[in-house]
């Protein structure tokens, strides 16, 4: 083993944790941000509910 190889490995650990940390973040991006979109433009007192009337089959 040589001496350089131990600080070569803690900087490669490091950017990968980093890289981990990042990839998580993007990941709860990803499945937050349609939720929370859909939650904010989904209202119960939105106008257009109450203007078109649902129809329904009799099947």
Known sequence: MQP???VHY???RTAHKLADIL???I???????PIV???HYSSA???LQS???ILRSRY
């Open 4 to 6: 350089g190889s131990r």
């Open 10 to 12: 803690s900087s490669e």
């Open 23 to 25: 990839g998580s973040l």
């Open 27 to 33: 990941a709860l991006l990803t499945l937050m941000l």
């Open 37 to 39: 979109t859909i939650a």
């Open 45 to 47: 007192n939105s106008p």
């Open 51 to 53: 203007s078109y009337p």
